[in-house]
């Protein structure tokens, strides 16, 4: 499959194939999905809405593959993320461009995007320690006991549109096929082209037949893999009502499940912080991927003693930030993924307007010269966001910044505890005390002091709590590598030819007390 970048030339839109068994494939669906550029809102490629028949056949494709993945060595696995990372880091300028014509992230963001990916791909050629298991010796007289981590089958993955690279190419395949499962990817139709490269270079790297498939579909095929016996479990990341569904229905089918969801991060910010780099860092935190990300930060719960000068320095340094499209170097803020997604983000704005916050800079309407199609929504900043406004509490996912006043450590922290999402929370402060209390009793999972994107490295997981993950295992780092394999525990014993006459327990002598 040629995937060539376009080069922004747009009189021809690709169709896109398929993969099942290594081969891509033409769908025989009658229906494409459009893969748009928002920084034009043009057209640039479209994706099948696969079949029943094609996404089956990619689930029967795993599981043909799985027997002989499973008893692949694990170091032989390992090799083929080395290969991996080795195209990933020649082809890294090639998929960054492809990553920001189809998604909107600007270069530096979308580099970002790939690296991540890279990085788990690295964490992965180390699953070999994750995955050893324990022993235990004379566990009862002559009995011994070992623990083994397997891989469990085929998995689904459900992918977002949000972090192409990382989240399919990063978070759900490396740990998946290292441990010896296999998978069938479900990529976001609106972003298909990079994973798809990617997997191209993992082929390249000698993926073996079936061991990952990649379709794009509806929701109706979609919801077949968490019923499908075949699959014994779902890795997904989206909006939380799809996850909860997903999470109920899987597991309901008996599969495990690890569903990310949505989020509505918050940053606690004192009178003693160190005011201009705080602002920097928000600045960055919220307007970063055009605030499409669940560790975005979009909401600040500043100390009223310090909140009229940290809104008059965030409004001028948002401003500052340069609009323009994605693959143009010296862009600084993106265009939001569709339009549709463009007019949630201006009605949820209008919305917190209609409920008492006052608009301090308006991100509608705005336009870049030559690229007026583009899904462009400036910074915006909502300042005194009262108890219920929609605005401060649902996640919009968009460069929205709502602004909380409180008056103290304790009201601030009670109000970021009583949102109903738990993924991330930071505070800025020079307090040691302060920070060590708020890392202890905030809610988020992922807690940054002075940091406003608490991403952890991915030798750790990825943990999201409340209504921001559904399952019981998080992605990456031990969690990561638990989650796709289970444990079996085999205990031994071998005894003399006198101890073979002897009578057996009903506990067959591993119960130590009589």
Known sequence: MNMEILKHQFGKV??????????????????????????????????PCCTQEEV?????????????WRDTPIPTRIQLMFRFK????????????????????????????????????????????????????????????????????????????????????GWMIPFAITTGNTVVLKAASMVPQTASRMLELLIEAGLPKGVVNLVTCS??????????????????????????HIYKTAAANGKRVQALTEAKNHALVLEDCVLERTVRGIINSTYGCAGQRCMALPVVCVQESIADEFVAMFKKLAQELKLGPAYVAGSQLGPVISQGQKESIEKAIQR?????????????GVKVPGYEGGYFVGPTILDHVGPGNYAGDEEIFG??????????????????????????????????????????RTDGGMVGINVGIPVPFSIFPFSGHKQSFFGDLHTLGKDGVAFFTETKSVTSVWFSEEDAKKAVSTWDGTLTRS
């Open 86 to 169: 080795q195209l990933l880091d020649a082809h890294l300028d090639e998929l960054t461009e492809l990553l920001a014509t189809e998604n909107g992230k600007v270069l530096s963001e979308a580099k970002g995007d790939v690296l991540k990916a890279i990085e788990v791909v690295e964490c992965a050629c180390s699953t070999h320690y994750l995955m050893q298991g324990d022993t235990c010796m004379n566990v009862s007289t002559g009995y011994d006991t070992v623990s083994f981590r397997e891989p469990l089958g085929v998995f689904a993955a459900i992918a977002p549109y949000n972090f192409p690279a990382m989240i399919p190419m």
């Open 219 to 244: 929701r109706v095929e979609a919801d077949s893999l968490l019923v499908n016996p075949a699959i014994k479990g779902v890795a997904f990341v989206g909006s939380t009502s799809v996850g909860l």
């Open 352 to 364: 917190g307007v209609d409920e008492g916050a006052t608009l301090v800079l308006d991100g509608r």
């Open 56 to 68: 089956d056949s990619a689930v029967e494709a795993a599981a043909r593959a799985f027997p002989a």
């Open 14 to 47: 690709e169709r896109l194939r398929y993969l099942v068994d290594n081969e891509w494939r033409v769908s025989k669906t009658t229906k494409y999905m459009p893969v748009m550029d928002p920084s034009t809102g043009k057209q640039i490629a479209e994706a």
């Open 399 to 440: 460069p929205v910044t709502s602004i909380k006043r409180v008056k103290d450590f304790e009201e601030g922290l009670a109000i970021m505890n009583a949102n109903r999402f738990a993924n991330g929370s930071c505070i800025y402060t020079t307090s040691g005390r302060h920070a060590r209390e708020f890392a202890k």
